[in-house]
């Protein structure tokens, strides 16, 4: 059986009066709600023109958004290669302009750089939010805040700030607009973690510390000095120039010219005679090889220091290698690297042999792209099958193409002891270089090479970049260029491997030299008559700054206390 429920009148209004209860605390929750919102949105606004937007008169206004900040970056003693500054960049509200035409006249006559077109498309346009121009001088700033045109702002931004301009344009890279890194130790910058900072909103200045370099800024100073004198004086398209430290393998300097001023680099970077040459391009590097050359066939034990290599002319494969410097048909080991003997040369790798030539190159990563922080690094090229030919030819550096860092690396390590330690732009000591370094040749080696490097300094083709009292050693290299897959006879691309003070070598000093003509009153423009003198005169100006003292034998050390 079923029975029919019944309300009573007293149930029902007791039922209406509870959902009534309930209809009434949810329309006076979303009445708070709304309320709530809206005093929110007010406080928002409120806290937007008085906290962000303080001197706003007339429709103008200037908006104090925290910007990204990025920490300074420094050079080893602490002096500011790059720090942010305070710019001002002009926005406008479209849909507040009153007059497109008129704004886009006034606003041309502060900035005339700006395309008329493109400018009136934003100010006419019905969007909310456009930028106009971004990091404007104070003096700009001020005319356009003059013009007093309603619908127009200006937003405070970071940028980037580096006081040498163009000095170290490679080593430091560049940031965007929106103060990111994109290329140099920027990016390194990035990369390694300040973006993760950046994301958490932590990267207050007042919080962030010095980024700092293993460069040296007056080291710097003195290398970018030269190269820009030799671009002018040797008529060149392009020099470089790198200072390492052998010992723990740190960059005190390092620059490549052309450059650019880091300050207003536009679209320099993009230029492909602004190229960062010391190690985003590969050359062949000519007789600077012979460095290898000589140190490989020592090393592996086919000649010693005091060996005779007949020096007459061969044949391999079709080709035949003749002196260019007829000096005899024996030369000592110590005369082919004096004499730069291209038949000596070939005549070493051919004893050694074709494979462990190829490893003797990788082992001193001549063949390897270079690892270190500069995100900028190329790799080098090499034939994909090595035969006989391709091992005589490369003995005297033609046949690779490598980086001028990488060169300077691996020469580092035929005169520190034999150690191969890696390159850095970041400060490192002795002991952590030491944690690091490879035994990669007989110290004996090493030995034998600065004796080499030495009587070259001395009485070879590296005499022009000595300098009385701190003793140069080094080797010269001048290449023909490739054009249309054949060499070049009137296009060089030269080089000079230096180390220094050569009796006890602390420091690698490389200059390259891109297309030099022959100076007046000079016979030729091989390296000897440009890169050397280049290698000569940064000593002459870094010593000081790298705490080397010049020594001249005991008749000058009398005479210096003397004076």
């Given at each position: 059986m079923k029975f029919a429920s019944r309300s009573t009148p007293a149930a029902s209004r007791s039922k209406r009066a509870v959902e009534h209860g309930r209809d009434g605390r949810s329309r006076t929750a979303l009445t708070s709600a709304m309320f709530l919102l809206a005093f929110a949105t007010i406080i928002g606004r409120l806290v937007w023109f008085g906290g962000f937007e303080p001197g706003r008169i007339d429709g103008m206004f200037v908006s104090s958004i925290p910007a990204s900040n990025r920490p300074d970056i420094v050079d080893r003693h602490g002096e500011i290669l790059a720090t942010d500054i305070r710019t001002a960049s002009l926005f406008a509200e479209p849909k507040r302009i009153i007059d497109a035409d008129e704004a886009t006249e006034a606003v041309l006559t502060v900035l005339p750089q700006l395309d008329p077109g493109a400018l009136y498309r934003k100010l006419s346009s019905k969007s909310g939010f456009a930028w106009l121009s971004r990091g404007l001088t104070?003096?700009?700033?001020?005319?356009?805040?003059?013009?007093g045109i309603p619908g127009i702002g200006f937003r405070t931004e970071t940028r980037r700030f580096y006081p040498g301009g163009s000095e170290a344009a490679h080593v430091l890279g560049l940031t965007n607009i929106d103060n990111r890194g994109i290329s140099g130790m920027e990016k390194y910058l990035d990369d390694s973690g300040f973006n993760a900072l950046q994301a958490t909103g932590l990267n207050r200045k007042e919080g962030l510390k010095a980024f700092r370099l293993s460069i040296d800024r007056n080291v710097q100073h003195v290398v970018h000095e030269e190269l820009v004198r030799a671009l002018k004086e040797y008529r060149a398209i392009a020099a470089g120039g790198v200072i390492?430290?052998?010992?723990?393998?740190?960059?005190?300097?390092?620059?490549?010219?052309?450059?650019?001023?880091?300050?207003?680099?536009g679209d320099a970077p993009l230029k492909k005679e602004n190229l960062n040459r010391m190690s985003a391009g590969t050359f062949e590097m000519g007789s600077t090889f012979k460095i290898f050359t000589t140190a490989m066939a020592l090393d592996f034990g086919v000649v010693n220091i005091n060996s005779q290599v007949a020096t007459s002319p061969f044949h391999v494969a079709g080709h035949t290698f003749r002196e260019f410097h007829n000096e005899g048909n024996w030369l000592s080991v110590p005369d082919i690297f004096k004499f730069s003997s291209n038949v000596g040369s070939a005549r070493e790798a051919d004893m050694v042999g074709t494979d462990r030539h190829r490893?003797?190159?990788?082992?001193?990563?001549?063949?390897?792209?270079?690892?270190?922080?500069?995100?900028?690094?190329?790799?080098?090229?090499?034939p994909h099958v090595w035969k006989k030919i391709n091992s005589m030819t490369i003995a005297f550096g033609h046949g690779v193409s490598t980086t001028p860092l990488n060169t300077a690396v691996a020469a580092a390590a035929l005169i520190n002891g034999g150690y191969y330690v890696p390159p850095t732009f970041l400060p490192r000591t002795e002991e952590e270089a030491a944690a690091i370094r490879r035994q990669?040749?007989?110290?004996?080696?090493?030995?034998?090479?600065?004796?080499?490097?030495?009587?070259?300094?001395?009485?070879?083709?590296?005499?022009?970049?000595?300098?009385?009292?701190?003793?140069?050693?080094?080797?010269?290299?001048?290449?023909?260029?490739?054009?249309?897959?054949?060499?070049?006879?009137?296009?060089?691309?030269n080089a000079f491997v230096g180390a220094f003070p050569i009796d006890k070598p602390r420091y690698i000093v490389m200059s390259i030299i891109d297309e030099p003509q022959v100076e007046k009153g000079k016979p030729n423009a091989q390296a000897g008559w440009n890169a050397a003198p280049m290698v000569?005169?940064?000593?002459?100006?870094?010593?000081?700054?790298?705490?080397?003292?010049?020594?001249?034998?005991?008749?000058?050390?009398?005479?210096?206390?003397?004076?």
């Open positions: 104070p003096m700009q700033q001020q005319a356009v805040f003059n013009l390492l430290d052998v010992d723990t393998g740190e960059i005190i300097a390092m620059a490549s010219v052309p450059d650019y001023n880091l300050n207003d680099a490893e003797f190159l990788t082992r001193l990563g001549l063949l390897s792209k270079m690892k270190t922080e500069l995100p900028e690094v190329a790799m080098p090229t090499q990669i040749v007989n110290p004996q080696t090493s030995l034998d090479m600065r004796a080499i490097f030495k009587l070259n300094g001395e009485e070879g083709t590296g005499r022009q970049a000595d300098v009385p009292g701190y003793h140069v050693g080094g080797k010269t290299g001048t290449a023909e260029k490739v054009e249309h897959g054949k060499y070049n006879h009137n296009k060089r691309f000569g005169n940064m000593v002459r100006g870094a010593a000081t700054f790298l705490n080397v003292k010049p020594t001249f034998g005991e008749v000058g050390q009398h005479l210096m206390r003397e004076y």
